[in-house]
């Protein structure tokens, strides 16, 4: 919470001297004697003056002149808020590895599942762009509110027949590409990309920290899920061999179907994402489900002076209420 008119917050010493007097105050000797003949009744009187519920009156009037004190120097609270311009880019790898089934049923189907569970998390006025690549990149499906259009998008992953490979840094960069067209001229801080990959940079021209620092550059956050096992899988997800250099000539046909987490954790770590390591289809699953929640959105400076009087105004009357409650009274 930010202040306004942060010197004025001095005025709270103001309810805590009167605190500290009232305590001082009842707890002074008495220095005269007085007469009473009735001396039941006065046991009465003492036993409550003396009970704690005597002392909320007070204590509520403290608390609404100490909140007054809040309000007169102009409270701000820091919300994230959603802007009607704001977008997602979800770039996800098509490359022949997702077919593998170390992730149920298969690396790709578990994929298109938890983003279409990523759909039906973030707002309905959200505009979501796909972006598929493997050794090529493809727009899949532009910035859109439309649901129906990027889950039909979604559908037609497997059939992406880009060249063969992952061209990690080149999908990264058309990510950002797509975004700052799609809001350009608008205030930085409203793109964000929810990058999935199961393997490691093997073609293309830009390298995956290039990429990275172009998206930096430009403000968008990079998200990032390593979908696999760590260990080498065949096609069934079986054990294979060490690979050879390029995923086997740079066309990715080789046997290392490992994702690499070290990569897409330092992308994540420059452009200012979240990194996950999804090995299981319920794992990424919830990662989708963590980043639908907090997406393209900004933080936001809203004057939240009149909680603070309402709240002041309320404890005046329950104050008053108090009073006329449990003050203690001759009878």
Known sequence: MTFGHPLLLLSLAVPALAALAYVLFERRPTR????????????????????????????????????????????????????????????????????????KPSRLVAAERAAKRFLDTVPKRLRVALVVFSGDVQVAAPPTTDRGLVREAIDQIGAFTGFGGTAIGDALARSVQVGREATEGAPRGLVTVVFLSDGRQNRGIIQPLEGAA??????????????????????GGGPGPSPAPFGGGGFGFGRNRAPDPATLRAIARTTGGRFFHARTSSSLTNAYERLGTKVARRPSRTEVTFAFVLGAAVLLVGSTLASVRWAPRIP
């Open 32 to 103: 005269y004697a007085v007469r009473y003949t009735n001396l039941e009744v006065l046991a009465e009187v003492v036993a409550a003056t003396r009970a704690w519920r005597s002392r909320i009156a007070p204590a509520l009037f403290l608390l609404a002149v100490a909140a007054l004190c809040v309000a007169v120097a102009r409270p701000h609270a820091t919300t994230s808020v959603m802007d009607e311009r704001a977008m997602v880019v979800l770039a996800i790898d098509a490359s022949r590895s997702m077919q593998s089934d170390d992730v």
């Open 214 to 235: 172009r998206a930096k550059r430009a403000g968008i956050p990079v998200n990032t899920i390593a979908l696999g096992t760590r260990g080498d899988t065949g096609g």
